[in-house]
C-alpha cells in the first residue's frame, strides 16, 4: 500500500483550513487580481521594469562547482539567473486572519521549492530568489490567505497582530502604510513594506465579512473553535508532549506508543 | 457559578477607555508621543543636550511615530504603582539596578575555617568578644576603612555606607553570645517552622554575609565582590586578633573568602565571554531563594512564585540577556510583561483555585500520572489562552506573542510545580504550554522559540550535564536556555512554586535565603515589584551614588 500524504489531524473548521491550506493539490481560491507592477511597487526591492539585480553568473555559464548535489536539485527560475534573495512578509490578526504565521510556514515548505521562512507571534517572512518571489507574492496578495482588513504586508515596525481593530475592522499598523477607503469601502495601501511612501495608491480590495473569515481561519479562539473541542487534534498534542517527555533524550530506550 | 473578578481588570481599565472586552477601537489620533509625561521629558532633555553639546542627540521625531495606540501606563503587580513603561527600563530604574547591586556585591564566607587557623595555628582564643571585635573590625575594613598601615587611602563612607558585614548560624547558642547588631535572625526574619528547618540545614557554623559596596561592584566586575571580601575580611583578622601581617597562615582567611565562600553567580564557560559572580551564572533556585515574598508572607504562595518571577525577569531578562548579552534596549517591553498588570497574577491564583478544588490541594498530585498533569496544564494553560481572547484590552497589553507565551507557560508551569511539588514537572508543563499554545494559535514568539520551546518536553526531565539538570540548577547558562528572552522570568517562578508549595524554608541554599533576608539591604527582596515600582516613581534611593564627590 503506498504512502498517502496526511497533512493534520481533525475535524473541526480550523483543522480542516489547516489540510486545504498545506495540500499542494488544492488550489487556494484567487479573491482579488493585483497587478504584478502594484505586487513590486508593495514589495519595494525594485522599481517596475527595472532589471532584476544579480548575486551571482547565471548557472547556465558554468561556473558552479562540480556538486553531487547541486546536480540533484533543478535550480529555481531566479537561481537559474543568479537574482538576489529578498523577502515578502505577511503580518496577521489574532482575529481570524485566514492564516497565522505558522500555517503559513507550513503552507509554503508544503507547497514552493527554494524558499526559506521565518516564523514569529505575528509576521512570516518568506525569502527567495527575487523573480520566483513577485510571482510567489502575487498568488498570496490575490489568494484566500489573504484578507485586506486582517493581513498586512510589513518589512518592518510589524506589531499589531495582538492590537484590537480599527473601528474599519483594520488590523493596526503604526506606519499606517494601509488605509481605508471610505467611498470604495476598500483597502488601499498609500505605503510600501517598509513604509516608504507609493507613487499611486494600491488598492488590496474589500475586507471579507467577519463571519465568513471564522469560519475559514486557520486558528483556534474560544469565541470560534476552541481547540480542545477538537479532540483528535487536541490528542495528537498530548501525544506529541508526552512521547518527548518520555523519550528524552533517550527515545531509542522507550518501548510502547 | 458567577466568574471571579479578573486581578487584571483595574490595569487594563486604566489602559484604555473601551471595556476590556471590547474589540473594535480607535487609533492614530492621541497626539503621538506627547501623550507620555516621560516621552515629553525625554524630548526636552534631548534637545537641550543637543543645543549644548552642538550635535544632535535622541530624538522623539525619529523612527517610527510613537504612540499611535493610546499611551499604556503599567501597574507593578500587587501593588497599586502605575508608571510609563520607560520607568521600568533597567537604565531608569535605580531599584532594579539596585536589586543587581545587592546580589553581586553579597558573598557569603563562612568563619569557622578561619576560627581553626586562629585557634590550632596560631595559638589564639576564639570567644564571643573576640568574634564580636572582629565584627566591630571587619565592619571597618570592608566599606574601604584601614587597620594595618598608619598612612593609607580609604574609602569615603558617605560613597560605601551600604557596605557591611553580618553573621548568622543555625546554632541559637552562639548566635545569643553575638552582639545582635551584627546579626541576621533567623528566629525573627522566619516562620518558627521555616527557621527550624533552616538552621538545620545551616547547622552550627558561623557564616558571614559580606556585602561589598555597590560602587566596588559598579567600577571593578562580579569577580571583585570575593576579592574585595578576602582582602578586607583578612585585614580585619590581623587587626583584631593581633596577628602577623606577613605570616603565611593570613593565607587561609583569604583562601576561605575566596574559595571557601558562595557566590550568587556561578562560573559560565568562556564562550559567554563573561567572568564570575555575573548574573548568567545565578541558578534559578538561588534566585528563587533571594526571593523573600514567603518569608514575610508565609501564607501566600501565589505571592511567592510571583515575586520570583518578577525577580528573574529583571536580573536575567532586562539587565543579563537584554544587556549583557544582548545589548540595546528592546528587552524591557517584552520582560516585564510578567510582573506588570496582574495578568500572570490572575492566571497563577486560578490555578491555585483549581489545584485546591480538583487536584486535592498542594502537593497532592502524583508527579507519575502523566495524563493527569497534562490534564492540569490544559485547564491553567486554556484558561491562560482563553482570558487572551476574551478580553482583547489584555491581548493588546501583551501585544507581543512572546509576552504571551511565556505568561501562559509560566503561569502553567507555577501550576505544574505547585500541584505535584516538583519543579521538574513544573517545567515540563512549561513545554505543554508551549506547544498547545502554538498548535491552539498558530504562532508563539520570536524565532527563538522554535529552537527551546518545541523540543523542551525532552530536556525536562533529563538529569544529564548539557541535557539537563533539576529545574533548581539549571540558570540562564543551561545550554538551552542561552537564548530564552523572555522566559527566565518563568523559569524562576517554577522552582520556587514547588518548594513553597511544599512548605520548604529554602529552595536551594539555605546560606542564601538567611543572607537575603536581611533587612539592612538597600533593595527589600520581600517586596520586588513594589520596590520597582518606588524605582519608577524616582521614590526609591539606591546606594552607589557618587554625589558626595562631585562638587556642587
Known sequence: MSYKRQFYPGESDPAKARRRIMDPKVKLRKLRDVPMEDVVKLMGHRNPGEDYKSIHPPIEEGSEPDCPIRKLVTPIDGAKAGDRIRYIQFTDSVYFAPVSPYQRAWMYLSRHRGIDTGTLSGRQIIEVRERDLEKLAKEYIDNETFDSALTGIRGATVHGHACRLDENGLMFDAWQRYVWDDEKKEVVYVKDQVALPLDTKISVGKPADMADVKKRSTIFRVDGVDMRDDKEVTMYQHRIHLLRTLGGYQPFKFKGE | ?552
Not at chain 2, 507620555?36 to 535622541?58: C, H, L, T
Not at chain 2, 530624538?59 to 500587587?78: A, C, F, K, T
Not at chain 2, 561589598?212 to 590581623?238: E, K, L
Not at chain 2, 548568567?280 to 531563594?289: E, N, S, T, V, W
Request: proline share 5%; aromatic share 10%.
Open chain 2, 1 to 552: 457559578m458567577a466568574e471571579k473578578e479578573k486581578k487584571f481588570m483595574e490595569a487594563v481599565s486604566k489602559k484604555f477607555t473601551e471595556a476590556p472586552t471590547e474589540v473594535s477601537t480607535s487609533y492614530y489620533k492621541f497626539g503621538g508621543y506627547k501623550q507620555s509625561k516621560s516621552k515629553v521629558a525625554f524630548q526636552d532633555a534631548a534637545m537641550k543636550i543637543a543645543a549644548e553639546r552642538g550635535f544632535p542627540m535622541m530624538n522623539e521625531d525619529i523612527g517610527v511615530p510613537l504612540g499611535q495606540r493610546s499611551w499604556m501606563p503599567y501597574q507593578l503587580s500587587h501593588t497599586d504603582i502605575f508608571v510609563e513603561p520607560d520607568d521600568l527600563h533597567c537604565i531608569n530604574n535605580p531599584a532594579i539596578q539596585q536589586a543587581w547591586d545587592d546580589i553581586r556585591r553579597t558573598i557569603i564566607v563562612g568563619l569557622d575555617s578561619p576560627h581553626n587557623t586562629i585557634e590550632r595555628r596560631l595559638g589564639k582564643e576564639i570567644t564571643p568578644e573576640t568574634i564580636n571585635t572582629y565584627l566591630e573590625t571587619v565592619n571597618h575594613t570592608i566599606p574601604g576603612g584601614a587597620v594595618v598601615q598608619e598612612h593609607m587611602a580609604e574609602c569615603n563612607p558617605a560613597l560605601v555606607y551600604d557596605s557591611y558585614v553580618k553573621v548568622f548560624s543555625g546554632d541559637d547558642e552562639i548566635i545569643d553570645e553575638i552582639d545582635s547588631r551584627f546579626v541576621i535572625d533567623i528566629n525573627k526574619l522566619f516562620p518558627e517552622d521555616h527557621a527550624e528547618q533552616l538552621k538545620k540545614a545551616i547547622g552550627s557554623s558561623l557564616m558571614q554575609a559580606v556585602r561589598v559596596p555597590t560602587i566596588v561592584g559598579r567600577v571593578m566586575d562580579g569577580a571583585t565582590t570575593s576579592r574585595h571580601a578576602a582582602m578586607q575580611i583578612s585585614m580585619a583578622f590581623i587587626s583584631a586578633y593581633k596577628l602577623a601581617a606577613g605570616e603565611a597562615a593570613i593565607a587561609d582567611f583569604a583562601y576561605a573568602a575566596k574559595h571557601q565562600s558562595i557566590t550568587m553567580g556561578t562560573m559560565m564557560p568562556a564562550r559567554r565571554a563573561r567572568g564570575p559572580n555575573e548574573p548568567g551564572g545565578i541558578p534559578f533556585g538561588y534566585m528563587a531563594d533571594i526571593a523573600q515574598s514567603d518569608r514575610a508572607y508565609p501564607d501566600d504562595p501565589g505571592r511567592a512564585a510571583l515575586e520570583a518571577v518578577a525577580l528573574g525577569a529583571i536580573i536575567y531578562d532586562q539587565i543579563y540577556l537584554g544587556g549583557y548579552m544582548s545589548g540595546g534596549v528592546g528587552f524591557t517591553q517584552y520582560a516585564t510583561a510578567a510582573y506588570t498588570d496582574n495578568i500572570l497574577e490572575d492566571y497563577v491564583y486560578y490555578a491555585i483555585d483549581q489545584i485546591n478544588t480538583k487536584y486535592g490541594g498542594l502537593c497532592k498530585l502524583d508527579p507519575r500520572d502523566a495524563e493527569a498533569v497534562m490534564n492540569l496544564a490544559e485547564d491553567i494553560n486554556g484558561y491562560a489562552l482563553s482570558s487572551y481572547e476574551k478580553y482583547p484590552a489584555v491581548m493588546e497589553t501583551h501585544f507581543g506573542g512572546s509576552q504571551r507565551s511565556t505568561v501562559a507557560a509560566a503561569s502553567t508551569g507555577i501550576a505544574g510545580s505547585m500541584a505535584t511539588g516538583i519543579a521538574d514537572v513544573g517545567v515540563n508543563c512549561w513545554y505543554y504550554s508551549m506547544l498547545e499554545h502554538k498548535e491552539r494559535l498558530g504562532r508563539l514568539g520570536f524565532y527563538g522559540f522554535d529552537l527551546q520551546d518545541q523540543c523542551g518536553s525532552a530536556n525536562s526531565f533529563a538529569y544529564r550535564s548539557d541535557e539537563g539538570l533539576p529545574m533548581e540548577a539549571r540558570g540562564p547558562n543551561y545550554p538551552n536556555y542561552a537564548m530564552n528572552v523572555g522566559h527566565m522570568s518563568g523559569y524562576t517562578g517554577i522552582p520556587k512554586a514547588a518548594h513553597v508549595a511544599r512548605g520548604d524554608a529554602f529552595t536551594a541554599n539555605p546560606f542564601i535565603r538567611v543572607a537575603f533576608a536581611d533587612p539592612a539591604l538597600q533593595f527589600d527582596f520581600a517586596n520586588i515589584t513594589k520596590e520597582i515600582g518606588r524605582g519608577g516613581l524616582r521614590e526609591f534611593v539606591p546606594a552607589g551614588e557618587r554625589t558626595a564627590v562631585i562638587k556642587g
